[in-house]
């Protein structure tokens, strides 16, 4: 009977412990789980915070998920260090676990900033753990004045999460405009404005010079009091236990489209890795749900025996405020088509024959379409490239492939 | 298993299917109460390209990239057929931005809903096929999935 580790427990985690259950039924799997939760999805934190889940629901699986998978988890535990020589995983506590095969599921940490003066804030938090969210909802109340550092993914979720349980938020980053990673200045003005409607201040293009305790002072000269602080700078992959192990890594974990690390018998799933981007034909750090998923599933069907190739990874995010959503894909390159009415952009990118990104806000209807378009590398010249251009629909594709689609099993 | 499938050939484009299928999920008993003057929210759409026209609903995937990319643990497979927990679901569209085939909508809230063959709802067999004029839209075993 094989022996499964997994590092992590999260949704790489839990999509490992379905792969290895699709291969192997009998194995031993213990998941070495930091949290004390079972598996939950990060970014449903923010919508804690709102009110639209709870603690009942935000569950990621059902509640007998690791029973029904055989699985031993570990709660509370962290591994410090990896022999794999001998393939052994040491514990914080000194305990260790024997593994045939196993798993790095780590996923990323926030990346902490180093603010003149931060020691002297009395209430500040990341925002990347179901902990951070509840610290934090017992940390305000309706006089708070929050002010979040970083107009990034976690910053703007987290705003909107805790808006109406504050008084006032004020988000500041020293980029020109929100999501600067993901959007230009127009796009991103689009979703600012309709978090400005809904009350969230925003000091864009300005960055804290110092906090003196519940005082911010810009750089710009002004200042600002708050009363709680939350950093979401960014984030960064959690790859040190490998690195240290002797794994090879670059920002994150290296792993092949097996998900196999450079040492025998460890792999690695999620956002702590680096992996095959098929929109670029690079490797990439694709931190984002569905490639943790899709990641992790292949990790454990291979760790198990089984042959399952993760090469259709593409960088991807669906994010909405208060109704409006934005969905960005791929990579930016090559000719783009553009679209606009008021309150709407959709700009597709293509290059060499193949759709390689989009940008949708406002416009996000079967964006899928899109999607596995950029994933499965689709031909355009094997479409009607321009009916597909005015809105995504499978009428594009040619006849053929419509009947294999609507036709038959998929 | 059984499962929707369409001749595009036969399709007449009447939109009947979406009606059907809206009328199917409200609950309601009179078609006339349920849809008159309202917008609607089938699971269901028509496709159309010139003289094509043809319905798309959940294929029901042996390996569904909506179930491995909903991030509230929302959508899942119930033996062959993919459902969507609307408790759980927290309208992020996740799962709209991976559909291949453009079969997911949210509602009139934004929250998430699918075709679930209307095993569950008064209709018990899918309306869409059940109410198609033409037999464009068949309930039936075509082999295993690929």
Known sequence: MKNYVIIGNGIAAAGCIEGIRSVDGEGKITVVSGEKHPVYCRPLI?????????????????????????CK??????????DSKKRKITLDDGSTLSYDAACIATGSLPFLPGFEGLETVPKKYSFMTLDDALALEKAVDKSSRVLIIGAGMIGLK?????????????????????LPSVLDAECAGLLQERMEDN????????????????????????????????????VRPDAALAKEAGAKTD??????????????????????????DAATN??????????????????????????????KGIMMNSIGFYGLHAMTAGSYEGEVYEEKTEGSVKRLYYKDDLLKGFVLVG??????????????KTPLSSIDFDLMKKGATTAAFPKEVRHRKFGGAV | MKRVFVNEEWCLGCHLCEYNCAFANSGAKDMVLALKDKPIYPRIHIEE????TYAVSCRHCKDPICVKSCIAGALSKDGEVIKVDQNKCVGCLTCVMVCPYGALAPNEGGVMQKCELCLENSCGEPACVKGCPNRAIVYEERGEAL
């Open chain 1, 46 to 70: 923010s919508y804690y915070l709102e009110g639209r889940t709870d603690l009942e629901r935000i569950g990621y699986k059902a509640p007998d998920f690791y029973e029904r998978m055989g």
């Open chain 1, 73 to 82: 988890v570990l709660y509370g535990a962290k591994a410090i260090s990896i």
């Open chain 1, 158 to 178: 987290c705003a909107e999460g805790i808006r109406d349980r504050v008084q006032s938020v004020t988000i500041c980053d020293l980029a020109d405009h929100l």
């Open chain 1, 199 to 234: 009350g969230i201040r925003f000091i864009m293009g300005d960055s804290v010079a110092e906090f003196q305790g519940t005082k911010a002072v810009l750089k710009s000269g002004g200042t600002l009091d708050f009363d709680v602080l939350v950093l979401a700078v960014g």
């Open chain 1, 251 to 276: 920002r994150g974990i290296i792993t092949d489209t097996h998900m196999k690390t450079s040492l025998p018998g460890l792999y690695a799933a999620g956002d702590c890795v680096e992996s095959y």
């Open chain 1, 282 to 311: 690079s490797i990439k750090v694709l931190a984002n749900l569905p490639n943790a998923s899709m990641q992790g599933f292949a990790a454990g069907a291979n760790m198990a025996g089984g042959d399952v190739v993760c090469d």
């Open chain 1, 363 to 376: 416009c996000c209807e079967r964006a899928g379409i899109y999607t596995s378009m950029i994933r499965e």
């Open chain 2, 49 to 52: 390209r010139e003289s094509i």
